[in-house]
């Protein structure tokens, strides 16, 4: 790869580029990262296929030259431990099958979402390693938001513009089933203000921040808050603005949450095996402190 090209080819008229010509599992120049993190801000999301060799090591030190990592949230408000490999899929890390009760709570990721926008400082980027994917089924959606940005009208843009969304963690998953949370996450995941609307600081481009773990907008009347919700993710997740992700072992995906929500579309868990690692950013500042320039 030269030192400071790479090679794109679109995913999705809207968003996200496939990325060639780089292995990831190896030392990268700064010219090199310098321009993958240029593509990430540019286009919210990048694919490298065929990444083989990559392990838990190689992604992590891939992951740190974002910046801070952030804490997988499940052990840490579960069991207090502290881990920066997420584990996607069906398997332990021994490699025996999760729970039933585990499988169940994980169809919560079905729902449209951003990584922990539950979370004070929610995770800037996601990067996820897939090892082991189901023969069928198992894909992963995705849109941009910075998109459906674009497609609002003046008066819209205007009335989200300076709002305050409230993210809640239990107000989503207890959506699958009550036991879908435990009780260290009932105690310590309280719910955060978020900012309706973001803007890329290398770019300037503007995006809405919603998901299905927004409960409300702060100041406004529940049902014209729910309403106004349901009509930006029903904007945002138009069949023609979303792009399907069939998994393929080796497959390398970095995404924007500060822009792109995802969903998994469910497989049969007790069929297929599914194993796939993930390590999350953290946004360098929190949501409430970053400046906007006026709607437009």
């Known amino acids: 790869m030269p030192e400071t090209r790479l090679s794109l080819e679109p995913l999705h008229a809207e968003f996200g580029v496939r990325v060639t010509g780089v292995d990831l599992s190896r030392p990268l120049t700064d010219a090199q990262f310098a321009a993958i993190d240029d593509a990430l801000n540019r286009y919210s999301m990048l694919l490298f296929e065929g990444q083989h060799d990559m392990g838990d090591a190689a992604q992590l030190a891939f992951s740190r030259r974002f910046g801070a990592l952030e804490e997988e949230h499940v052990s840490y408000y579960s069991r207090g431990e502290i881990t920066y490999i997420g584990r996607v899929g069906n398997i332990n890390p021994d490699g025996s099958r999760v729970s039933d009760r585990q499988v169940k709570s994980s169809t919560g990721n079905e729902m ?152 998994g579309c469910g497989y049969d868990a007790q069929k297929y095996r599914r194993r796939m690692h993930q390590t999350r950013v953290r946004c360098a500042n929190p949501s409430l402190a970053e400046p906007l320039d006026p709607p437009t």
């Open 112 to 263: 449209w979402h951003s990584d922990s926008s539950f979370r004070e400082i929610p995770a800037m980027y996601s990067i996820l390693c897939a090892y082991e994917v189901p023969d069928e089924a198992g894909e992963t959606e995705f849109a941009s938001a910075r998109a459906a940005w674009q497609r609002l009208d003046a008066d819209t843009r205007a009335l989200i513009h300076d709002r305050v969304g409230i993210h809640d963690y239990i107000f989503s998953r207890t959506k699958v089933s009550q036991d879908a949370v435990n009780e260290g996450q009932r105690t310590y995941m309280h719910p955060v203000r978020q900012r309706l609307v973001r803007q890329n600081p290398v770019t300037g481009e503007k995006n809405y921040f919603v998901a299905s773990h927004v409960k409300a907008i702060e100041g406004m009347p529940e049902t014209e808050g729910r309403a106004l919700l349901d009509r930006l993710m029903a904007e945002a997740t138009r069949p023609e603005s979303v792009y399907r992700h069939c998994w393929r072992a080796g497959d390398f995906m970095i995404w924007d949450n500060r822009c792109i929500l995802h969903r």
